[in-house]
């Protein structure tokens, strides 16, 4: 168990409706990062969050939207949903800024788009 | 921007017996990290192992073990005495000490223990 825990564990939906995902970090953790895993695309970075404030953006769609609350949860906001958005959503959060601090995986959300 | 390379979509080892994962990266910074994240198929990401591109030595975490080039930017994993256990996707990844905190991920080896 890596402390950092999502919610749900799996979601389906139909395409063009609007889902939140929802990441803890471990306590302490000021940083979330966002992953989406797909079978076409591997693991990709979509986002950073640290304390509060967006810190770096990757791959990440329009569609899609991030925040951390004051309380260092962070929620991943997917709308118009399209097939292509079904995949693995991990959140990932680290203890701060130190160079080469671990990420520690949750057991992320498995997305289904029918 | 950096990337991420394993050429070997697939390996498979005799149970005790070492195997040899494969990893190379393209980068012009001059210290980054470097891990091997473990997926099993409950596919949970696990750490096994990091290094950084500033020491020399070689990381090595009980049975693991990485031999790291750094002129020819590879960075291969070395399990040894494999067990059941170590069934599972192995992914490289890469993380620049400067900027952006994010990592950057390989395709993955999927590695299978015969009995």
């Known amino acids: 168990d890596s402390g950092v825990t999502q919610t749900p564990k799996h979601l389906i939906t139909a395409t063009g409706q609007r889902v939140t995902l929802r990441c803890s970090p471990r306590?302490?953790?000021?940083?979330v990062y966002w992953y989406q895993q797909s079978l076409d695309q591997g693991l990709q970075f979509l986002i950073h969050?640290?304390?509060?404030?967006?810190?770096a953006k990757g791959n990440i769609l329009e569609r899609f939207s991030a925040q951390q609350f004051p309380d260092l949860h962070s929620e991943l906001n997917l709308s118009s949903l399209e097939l292509g958005d079904s995949a693995l959503y991990f959140c990932?959060?680290?203890?701060?800024?130190?160079?080469?601090?671990?990420?520690?995986f949750g057991p992320g959300t498995r997305l289904t788009v029918l | 921007a950096q990337t991420v390379t394993q050429s070997q979509p697939e390996m498979s080892v005799q149970e005790a017996e070492t195997v040899t994962l494969s990893c190379t990266y393209d980068?012009?910074?001059?210290?980054?990290?470097l891990f091997w994240y473990k997926q099993p198929p409950s596919r949970q990401m696990i750490l096994v192992i990091r290094?950084?591109?500033?020491?020399?030595q070689n990381a090595t975490e009980n049975r693991f073990s990485v031999n790291f080039q750094k002129a020819a930017k590879s960075f291969s994993l070395k399990i040894s005495d494999s067990q059941l256990g170590d069934a599972a996707m192995y992914f490289c990844?890469?993380?620049?000490?400067?900027?952006?905190?994010?990592?950057?991920f390989g395709t993955g080896t999927r590695l299978t223990i015969i009995p």
């Open positions: 990932a959060s680290s203890a701060d800024r130190s160079w080469g601090n671990e990420q520690f």
């Open positions: 306590s302490g953790d000021l940083s």
């Open positions: 969050y640290y304390n509060g404030e967006e810190r």
């Open positions: 980068t012009s910074e001059s210290d980054y990290y």
């Open positions: 290094q950084e591109a500033y020491k020399q």
């Open positions: 990844a890469y993380r620049s000490s400067f900027g952006n905190e994010k990592l950057t």
